[in-house]
C-alpha cells in the first residue's frame, strides 16, 4: 500500500489537508471520489498491470484475427459454410467472458493461457462477420472486370476483393479490439493479472485506484481504435480521393 | 497470485447443480443444489431484467426520437461505441464503494451498460427506413408519433431488437459479478469458492452460460414474431 505522504501547504487539496496524512485521508474516506495526492505518488503501480494487459489483449486479438479471417475465406470458397460458421461464432460471443473463463479452468487452469483463448474466441464473430460480409460485398462486375484483366481466382482473391474489403474489416477489428481490451479487465478472475487487479481486491474499496485503472483500459483502448483507423486510411487511399 | 486451484470436473459441476454438496467451511452445511441454483438463477433473471427494462425506458424512446429526427447521429453512434470500452469491473467496483450495495443501486447501474447498444441500434434502425416511405406517412396524414410508432419502429425492428439483444447479454453477463456489490446472482456460485468450492464454481459457469445462450434464443425467437413477414421475404 502507499506510504504515508505528508502534502506541502497549498497544494492540490488546499487548507483542508494541509500537512495531514494523506495515505490514511484516502484510506479512511473511501467514499472520497478521487485523492489526487495518492494517484501522483502511485502511478508507477499501474506500470506492470497495463503491460499485463496488453500482453492478454495482443495475443488475443492476433490469435482471433488470424483463425477469423481463415474462417472467413474458407466461407467465401464454400458458401454453405457461412450460417453454421457464424451459428457458432455466435455462441462463443453469446457465452458471458466470466463463465467462458472458469468453464475452461478443467481444461486450461489459471493464467494468461485462459485469458488469451477466452478473449481470442470472443472476438470471433465480429472478425468473422464482418470479413464476410465485406467479402460479400464486392461487386460482381468488378470481379467480372478483373476476371476480363486475366486475374486467376486467387489474384482477384488478393488484389480485388480483400482490399475492398478493408474498411468493413476494420471496422469489425475495432469492436473486437475495444471490446477485448474492456474485457481484459476480468482476467484477475482467473488470476491473469492485468489493470483488473487495481479494480478488484485489496483495492475494492479505494476508487481512486478503480478510476485510474478504468481510465487507462479507456485511454488504451482509444488509442488502438484510432491506430486501426489510420491503418485503414492507409491501407485505402482510393477511399480519399473519392470523398475529397 | 493465488494458488491454482486442483482441478475441477464437469460431472462434479452438474452434481453441484442437481443435488447439495459438502462443503469446507459451513459446518457440515451442505451447499449448491437444485434449489438453491434455481434460487440463483431467478436472482439472477431478476437484476438482469430490471436493468434490462430501466435501459429500455432510458434508450429506447431517445433513440428512436433522434432517428426519427435524424439529429445527435455523433451522440448516438459515439456513445455506442464509447460504451463498449467500459471496464464492467470498474463499474461495479466503483458502485460498491461510492453508491452502495444492493439491487436498488446495483441495477441501475447495470442499466448503464445495455444503454448505448439500445441508443445506438435504434437510432440507425430507424435512421435507415427510407425517406419517402416516412414522407408517405406524413402524406395520409399520419402524426410524428404515429409514424414513428406505425411506420418506423416496424421496419426497425431487426437493427433495434438487436440493440436490446447486446445489451441483455451484456447485463446478463455483468451481473455474474454484482455479488461484489451485494447483490446475490450466480456469480454467488464462481466468486465464492471457499464456501461452494471448484465444483461450485464450475457449476456457476455453466448456469450462467446457458442462461445467456436461453435469453439470447429467446429474444431471437421474439424479434421473429415482430418482424412482419413482408420484411423477412426481403432480407431472404
Redesign the interface.
Known sequence: MASPLVLAAGEVGGDFFRERNVGDLCQAQ??H?FCWDWAKENIDRFGTPTVQHLQIVIPAIVIGFVIAFALALLAHRSRWLQAPLLAATG?LY??????????L??LS???RDTAIIVLSAYTLQIIFRNTMLGLNNVPNSVKDAARGMGFTNRQILWKVELPLAVPEIIAGLR?AV??T???A??A??I?AGG??TQ??GAN????TS??I??AI??LM??GF?ALLLLVQRLTTPWRRVKQA | ??P??P????TGAFEFIFTPQESNVTGGKKVGGFDKSLELVVKHLEVTVIALAIALIIALPLGLWLGHRGKGEQFAIGLG?AG???????VI??V???IGVGLHNVAPVLAILGVPPILNNAYVGVQQVDRSTVDAARGIGMGEMTIIRKVELPIAVPTVMGGIRSAA?AI??TA??AP?AGVESL?DF??NRNVYG?NG??A???L??LL??TI?GLLALLQRRLTSDGLKLKTV
Do not use: C, H, Q, W
Open positions: 473511501p467514499d471520489l455462441i453469446t457465452v458471458p467472458s466470466i463463465a467462458f473463463f472458469f468453464l479452468l478443467p487452469g489459471l493464467g469492436v475495444v471490446s481490451i474492456a474485457i479487465t476480468l484477475v478472475l488470476s489493470l483488473g479494480m478488484y475494492l474499496t479505494f476508487p478503480i478510476i485503472a478504468g483500459v479507456m483502448a482509444l481504435d | 497470485m493465488t491454482s486451484l482441478i475441477a470436473s464437469f461505441n463498449r470500452a467500459i471496464p464492467e469491473l470498474a467496483a466503483l460498491a464503494v461510492l447479454i446478463l453477463a455474474t459479478i461484489l456469480g464462481i466468486l471448484e464454481l464450475l456457476g459457469a455453466i450462467v452460460a445467456a445462450l439470447e
